[in-house]
């Protein structure tokens, strides 16, 4: 049973968040009567020679101490002697655990809006880059109008800044102080838990301690906002593995972002964009396992609350190797510029123009849309490319065509759509602006 118990292989994770803890804690007792002066010294002392050696990798952990907290207060003691027992009054695990585990996230999302910003500005430099660069836009993987490259990466910025708003959003509900919360009834001792946040970066104090020890509320939001993230990212992903095909040829990745296959030898596989969007698995997996694991939990504390961790850390570790892989990987993307021009030039793609052509002419959209889908269906019969029919032919289905409508292109298509969100090249330029203006 021991080492079923055991949750040392995994809190270590948190031994600085540990120490820090603890030696706010002994400043608390200090100022509640508990220690006097010399013996927060010493304490003090300890912690910090422990600090050192946890920075150092040479701290002795010992799995048969089953965590973190007694590893610690174990060897406090042997470094400082029994003085070091005095440490753990007024305090109980259950909210020791819980405010290392606030420090440990709040550092945690604080990383990932880092790397998502990152991300945002490589999808900025390349939107920037591809700025005047047309391509088909889709729906139902069908093409459906031109639009900008530049617009399509955006699409994608705009996803992550959503995310981080979540994860400033998450920040604001884990930034509340348990310590003081004692096993579940709250300490017995003079403790100033405003003084004690103050010195541990908290900007709130929980204020009911049975919640205060239970509360993983903060676990779930972090995973499920990081399960948002990863869902963009493999929507992203599974464009990058789409457009790498022979069949649509628009982008190529940077070698290191692909591998070749051990028997194919013309292969290059997309490998890093395939294992990032399947990622999203295990990480919506820790979503569910958390959410199942808190379900029904009476108050307070229950050893089930030890299963927070390494789905948690799992989550963390995923999220920040795949951000910063997909921040190297939209880098080196290169863009088959050509091959998106032609694709977007598809007379097709150009029949919603032609309808709202005939709008502008007088005639009612939905005559018009039907009156172009006939005259698109009967070319494609032909075998031919609306870009190629004359104005006689347009004006066998309509008198309302005229000259002008030989006019109409991608480009012409694109910069119609000048309103606010739209693809024109202005806005896409407004948009990128304000992107790097956000950024900052
Ligand atoms: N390892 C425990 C956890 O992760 C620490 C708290 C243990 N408390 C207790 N009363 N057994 O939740």
Same mark, same amino acid.
């Given at each position: 049973?021991?080492?079923?118990?055991?949750?040392?292989?995994?809190?270590?994770?948190?031994?600085?968040?540990?120490?820090?803890?603890?030696?706010?804690?002994?400043?608390?007792?200090?100022?509640?009567?508990?220690?006097?002066?010399?013996?927060?010294?010493?304490?003090?002392?300890?912690?910090?020679?422990?600090?050192?050696?946890?920075?150092?990798?040479?701290?002795?952990?010992?799995?048969?101490?089953?965590?973190?907290?007694?590893?610690?207060?174990?060897?406090?003691?042997?470094?400082?002697?029994?003085?070091g027992g005095k440490l753990h009054s007024g305090r109980s695990r259950n909210d020791q655990i819980a405010t290392d585990m606030r420090l440990y996230s709040k550092d945690a999302v604080s990383t990932l809006i880092d790397a998502l910003r990152k991300y945002q500005l490589a999808l900025v430099n390349?939107?920037?880059?591809?700025?005047?660069?047309?391509?088909?836009?889709?729906?139902?993987?069908?093409?459906?109008?031109?639009?900008?490259?530049?617009?399509?990466?955006?699409?994608?910025?705009?996803?992550?800044?959503?995310?981080?708003?979540?994860?400033?959003?998450?920040?604001?509900?884990?930034?509340?102080?348990?310590?003081?919360?004692?096993?579940?009834?709250?300490?017995?001792?003079?403790?100033?838990?405003?003084?004690?946040?103050?010195?541990?970066?908290?900007?709130?104090?929980?204020?009911?301690?049975?919640?205060?020890?239970?509360?993983?509320?903060?676990? #779930?939001?972090?995973?499920?906002?990081?399960?948002?993230?990863?869902?963009?990212?493999?929507?992203?992903?599974?464009?990058?593995?789409?457009?790498?095909?022979?069949?649509?040829?628009?982008?190529?990745?940077?070698?290191?972002?692909?591998?070749?296959?051990?028997?194919?030898?013309?292969?290059?596989?997309?490998?890093?964009?395939?294992?990032?969007?399947?990622?999203?698995?295990?990480?919506?997996?820790?979503?569910?396992?958390?959410?199942?694991?808190?379900?029904?939990?009476?108050?307070?504390?229950?050893?089930?609350?030890?299963e927070d961790k390494e789905p948690l850390f799992d989550v963390i570790k995923t999220l920040d190797g795949s951000l910063s892989m997909m921040s190297g990987l939209v880098t080196s993307l290169e863009f088959n510029v050509q091959k998106m021009k032609e694709n977007s030039e598809d007379g097709a793609?150009?029949?919603?123009?032609?309808?709202?052509?005939? #709008?502008?002419?007088? #005639?009612?959209?939905?005559?018009?849309?039907?009156?172009?889908?006939?005259?698109?269906?009967?070319?494609?019969?032909?075998?031919?490319?609306?870009?190629?029919?004359?104005?006689?032919?347009?004006?066998?289905?309509?008198?309302?065509?005229?000259?002008? #409508?030989?006019?109409?292109?991608?480009?012409?298509?694109?910069?119609?759509?000048?309103?606010?969100?739209?693809?024109?090249?202005?806005?896409?330029?407004?948009?990128?602006?304000?992107?790097?203006?956000?950024?900052?």
């Open positions: 049973p021991s080492s079923f118990l055991a949750s040392l292989s995994f809190d270590k994770k948190l031994s600085y968040y540990d120490v820090t803890g603890s030696k706010a804690w002994a400043r608390a007792l200090e100022r509640a009567g508990v220690l006097s002066e010399t013996e927060l010294k010493s304490i003090l002392s300890g912690l910090d020679a422990i600090l050192v050696e946890i920075s150092k990798e040479d701290f002795p952990f010992r799995e048969e101490l089953e965590d973190i907290h007694f590893n610690i207060e174990r060897r406090l003691i042997e470094l400082i002697g029994p003085l390349q939107a920037e880059k591809n700025l005047h660069t047309i391509l088909p836009g889709y729906t139902h993987l069908q093409r459906a109008q031109p639009i900008l490259l530049a617009h399509h990466l955006m699409a994608y910025f705009e996803m992550a800044d959503r995310d981080i708003n979540r994860l400033q959003d998450c920040f604001k509900r884990i930034d509340f102080m348990p310590l003081g919360s004692a096993a579940l009834a709250g300490t017995a001792y003079n403790i100033d838990r405003e003084l004690l946040a103050k010195d541990l970066g908290f900007s709130n104090i929980t204020l009911n301690s049975l919640d205060a020890v239970s509360d993983r509320d903060f676990v #779930v939001d972090i995973e499920y906002t990081a399960s948002m993230i990863m869902l963009h990212l493999s929507r992203l992903a599974e464009e990058i593995i789409l457009w790498s095909s022979v069949e649509f040829s628009y982008v190529k990745s940077g070698d290191e972002y692909t591998s070749g296959s051990s028997i194919m030898p013309q292969k290059n596989n997309p490998d890093i964009a395939e294992l990032i969007r399947g990622k999203v698995g295990r990480v919506s997996g820790a979503l569910i396992g958390t959410i199942v694991t808190l379900k029904a939990l009476p108050l307070a504390y229950n050893r089930d609350l030890q793609i150009l029949a919603t123009e032609l309808a709202d052509y005939l #709008v502008n002419k007088g #005639v009612p959209f939905r005559d018009s849309h039907g009156i172009v889908r006939e005259l698109v269906q009967k070319s494609l019969d032909e075998g031919l490319d609306l870009k190629d029919l004359d104005l006689a032919y347009y004006k066998e289905s309509s008198e309302y065509f005229d000259d002008d #409508v030989l006019e109409i292109s991608a480009k012409s298509a694109r910069d119609a759509r000048s309103v606010l969100g739209g693809t024109s090249e202005n806005q896409v330029q407004q948009r990128i602006i304000e992107a790097r203006r956000r950024m900052n």
